[in-house]
């Protein structure tokens, strides 16, 4: 389990009056964990004289990251092993260690709160709760300035950390995602464009029969006008009837044999 929050984006540089200035760059998540750290080791220093193992104190943030909030944890080792731990947003399961394994070891808990959606901001979903994570370093000297940082090791009890929302492990920053809902046609406007479509299509092959049958009668009348200049018939009246006749039959009559 990782004992850094990773960043996504966010970029944080430390001046030596702990000055921020934010820039997109994917390398400042180390420079950030450093920083809350530092905050973390200052509350301890703050309240050396009465600090108890297992109180939660605030760390104080700078007013540029007001909205973010941050909180730290001292406890043993021993303790976490035999009991886990119970902190109300989240619960570390008994047989838990730390890898290396130190005498005591803190846990800062940092909850980005209206900062989640400017810098976790994730195309096509939209944030349903804050960004949370937490990260663990050695405790054993707080006035140490060279703060080891450390993993925790759920394993041998095979149980993750929970937590008071769903299914948070690793030590990652979690957070809730909703899919954005893409804008849906109404029903009734998918009826109307398929009543359109099955009309459109019954006048397509209304009006493609209607083309063949002229084409057809067209070309027949060709036909029968090519016939009639090939052939040009005299016209006689037979009683009252007008009839087409021929000028000069093709063959002539001739009478059989034996017939006067």
Known sequence: ?????SFL???????????????FDNTASDSLNSLVQDF?????IKHRHRHQTGAVYDALLPRNLSGMNASVVRLRSRRLWSK???FGYFRIP??????????????VYQDFGNWSSRY?????????SSVVGFMVFDASNVT???VRNLTLNTMVCGLPLQWNIPSYRDGLPWRVLLERAGKKRPWYLWLIGFVVGFFGLIAVVYVGVLCLRLVKAKRIQDMERQANEDL???????????MPSAAVTRTQPVLESGVQ
């Open 94 to 107: 008994p047989k838990t260690a730390s890898i290396p394994h130190v005498k005591r070891l803190a846990i």
């Open 9 to 23: 984006i966010f970029t944080l540089c430390c001046s030596s009056s702990f000055s921020l200035v934010h820039s």
């Open 1 to 5: 389990m990782g004992s850094f929050i």
């Open 144 to 146: 140490d300035t060279n």
């Open 40 to 44: 973390a080791l200052r509350s301890f």
């Open 120 to 128: 976790y901001n994730l195309s096509g979903y939209s944030l349903a």
């Open 232 to 242: 040009v018939l005299e016209s006689r009246w037979v009683g009252n009837s007008k």
């Open 84 to 86: 886990g731990a119970n």
